[in-house]
């Protein structure tokens, strides 16, 4: 029997090579290698409603982050592959996790704590609550594992808290899920090297999974390539370009950034034509995720009614 694993991709506009060097590809493999169910974390998405926020926009994400997810190699017939929101008991779980859940646990979590650090003006409930809902989504699937990068280590260590409260209160009822390290090489912004690649840092300063080879080739031909920027640049090519070899490029900045460019350019060119058409299938979209929804639903729908039950609910 394959061990299960787990994880939710949460829709937040367009991907950009970091979140790709990070979990995305390696989410191929884990569907070969392990019982995998990855769904779209619509709802962790709605903690971060921006000034601009319109439900059509957030409809565009969500689909997109679907199509994303195919198109890098999601095979929605090899595992359970669904939208978070369509399973109604991972907002119920949260709930009765939410009353076996220390406040103080979740004023202590890292992330929170530099979201509301960096979002005074929006620091709503969902964003303290957030790691609650994602330990709902793990454990309603009895994941034995879940990859994350280092910073979301934390939630997973809260999720085997939780378990282990719930558990102990009410019976043996949750599996505790291990952390699956995932090695996320640090990718830096293109305009501004001392800080890590973000949409916040402007367009030019990313390079979108989407991005046409003459995008590429422009960003990065502008990227700033002082120490650390050509250090960023090294390590891109270390990863991209075949048999690199720093000594080939010594003094010659150009012929990095065309040979950089022209790599990025070639990993991404399947995915790009691949999106291109599956942009166009929302109808096929909606019923892989009707399809994914039915199977998810099974399991969480029979976990659902046990902690119901050991809970004394109907
Ligand atoms: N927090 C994850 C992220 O920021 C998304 C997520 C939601 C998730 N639920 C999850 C990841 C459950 C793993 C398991 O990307």
């Not at 979140?19 to 709605?46: P, R, T, V």
């Not at 592959?81 to 949260?94: G, P, R, V």
């Not at 890292?110 to 609550?129: C, E, P, S, W």
């Not at 699937?141 to 378990?163: C, K, N, T």
Request: proline letters at 3%; one cysteine or more.
């Amino acid at each position: 029997m394959k061990k299960t694993i787990l994880t939710g991709l949460k829709p937040s506009g367009k991907l950009h090579i970091g979140h790709f060097l990070g979990l995305l590809q390696g989410l191929k493999g884990y569907i070969e290698d392990y019982d995998a169910h990855i769904f779209i974390a619509d709802l962790h998405s709605l903690t971060e409603l921006r000034d601009d926020y319109s439900a059509e926009n957030k409809r565009k994400e969500i689909f997109e982050m679907t199509v994303d997810a195919i198109c890098l190699g999601v095979d929605p017939e090899k595992c359970v592959f669904f939208t978070q929101s369509d399973i109604s008991e991972h907002s119920e779980l949260a709930w009765i996790f939410n009353c076996i859940t220390p406040v103080s646990f979740l004023e202590r979590m890292t992330q929170y704590k530099d979201k509301a650090a960096k979002n005074v003006k929006n620091i709503n409930m969902g964003l303290m609550d957030y790691p609650v809902l994602q330990a709902a989504d793990i454990l309603l699937y009895d994941a034995d594992f879940v990859p994350v990068g280092v910073d979301q280590v934390q939630h997973v260590e809260l999720s085997r808290d939780i378990a282990r409260f719930f558990n102990n209160k009410f019976g043996k009822t949750f599996k505790e899920p291990q952390p699956k390290l995932t090695n996320i090489p640090k990718v830096m912004s293109l305009t501004h090297p001392d800080k890590k690649m973000s949409k916040s840092d402007g367009e030019k300063s990313c390079i979108f999974l989407s991005d046409e080879p003459e995008e590429i080739m422009e960003k990065i031909k502008k990227a700033v390539a002082d120490k650390v920027g050509l250090e960023n640049l090294y390590k891109l090519g270390e990863i991209f370009i075949s048999e690199f070899n720093k000594a080939n490029y010594k003094d010659n900045n150009l012929k990095l950034k065309t040979d950089l460019a022209t790599a990025i350019a070639d990993h991404f060119a399947d995915f790009r034509a691949k999106r291109k058409e599956w942009l166009k299938k929302d109808k096929e979209i909606e019923k892989i995720l009707a399809k994914g929804a039915e199977k998810a639903r099974a399991i969480a729908s029979k976990k659902m009614i046990e902690v119901r039950k050991k809970v004394g609910l109907k």
